[in-house]
């Protein structure tokens, strides 16, 4: 009856672990800048492998403090929950212009959906709320990453419109909020209004409350069979700031589990391994390169800075000696681009 019992389980667990294939993932928790472009137009290419922040409306920060105008990393201003953030991409609407609103740009790379198992994760948080909330949009291209193309919306967050009466912080119903900058059909969400992922915050006046960064997930199911592309829009009017943490994809990988698809060579061996590994690549151009590994549900468990490294064959040995048994997705992040390629550590 036991035997009965364990196969299944088995079974099920293989199952699963088919679906939960890490496709795409960002912490932020190391400088963005190795695999992001900033303040670059997305070009409009077809499977780009380069992340890109870019700000379109180009206003200029209206607090003293000279912020970026677009996602910035950063470890200021987001999270309250500093248990949980180590860095976030940053967003600021602060302009002092009432009519414009900020059209801030935050595009990933290009993400291939084999089914309909595919799920997007991520977290945000307002700077501050209900007052000064900030709104936002996830938006999905399937064509190229030119910021024209993201013609889906998957997600809205409403933003602060008005203070209607009172001036207490947890009652939500004395503001009102713009649920979505634009006609749109899609129920808004808003930030803390069920009570939740807010923090009082002794420093401020009591219409504010600081967010807290919160673990938001869509399906990306309608995009079975397609690449597509996954952007977070801050398009709010003159307000304060949003962050954004943790993108992640999870799904069925192409081939099978995290096939090495890769727009330059990268091999880890031996592979299996159970302590030294050698991690060799062939950098078409002089790069940072960060190596890291993430576990099959996505959580990165090791990460290592490999500095400035030339162009041409390298390698470097890594120790794994104090990870678990089990299948990893080991992923280089260079300029070039992002590579990854599955180790089984024994
Ligand atoms: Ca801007
Ligand atoms: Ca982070
Ligand atoms: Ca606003």
Request: aromatic share 10%.
């Amino acid at each position: 009856m036991k035997k009965l019992l364990f196969v299944p389980a088995m079974l099920a667990t293989l199952g699963a672990s088919a679906q939960n294939d890490t496709l795409l993932f960002s912490d932020f928790n190391t400088d963005p800048s190795v695999y992001m472009q900033i303040g670059i137009s997305p070009p409009g290419n077809s499977n780009d492998q380069s992340w890109y922040s870019y700000d379109v409306d180009q206003l200029p920060d209206g607090s003293p403090s000279g912020r970026p105008g677009e996602w910035f990393w950063t470890q200021a201003y987001a999270p309250s929950d500093t248990l949980t953030a180590q860095g976030v991409m940053g967003s600021n609407s602060w302009t002092n212009d009432g009519v414009n609103r900020v059209e801030n740009y935050l595009v990933t790379a290009a993400v291939q959906i084999v089914d309909n198992q595919a799920t997007l994760h991520w977290k945000s948080a307002p700077y501050q709320t209900p007052r000064y909330l900030d709104g936002y949009k996830v938006l999905v291209s399937t064509t190229i990453n030119d910021v024209s193309s993201f013609s889906d919306t998957l997600f809205v967050a409403g933003e602060y419109a008005s203070l209607d009466n009172g001036n207490l912080p947890n009652s939500y119903g004395s503001y009102t909020f713009d649920p979505a900058a634009t006609v749109n059909p899609m129920a808004p969400f808003i930030h803390g209004m069920d009570g939740t992922y807010t923090e009082f915050d002794p420093t401020s006046d009591s219409s504010r409350l600081l967010g807290v960064l919160r673990p938001l997930t869509v399906s990306l199911a309608q995009y079975a069979g397609q690449t597509i592309y996954i952007c977070f829009l801050h398009n709010d009017i003159d307000d304060n700031l949003i962050s954004v943490d943790d993108v992640l994809v999870l799904g069925t990988a192409p081939n099978g589990i995290a096939e090495n698809n890769n727009v330059f060579e990268f091999d880890v061996y031996p592979n299996p391994a159970s302590d030294m590994i050698t991690v060799k690549y062939d950098l078409p151009s002089a790069s940072d390169v960060v190596f890291s590994i993430y576990d099959v549900t996505g959580k990165l468990v090791r990460s290592e800075n490999l500095g400035q490294q030339a162009s041409g064959m390298q390698s470097q040995k890594v120790s794994i000696s104090e990870l678990a048994a089990g299948v990893y997705q080991a992923r280089l992040q260079t300029s070039a681009g992002t590579v990854n390629t599955r180790i089984v550590k024994n």
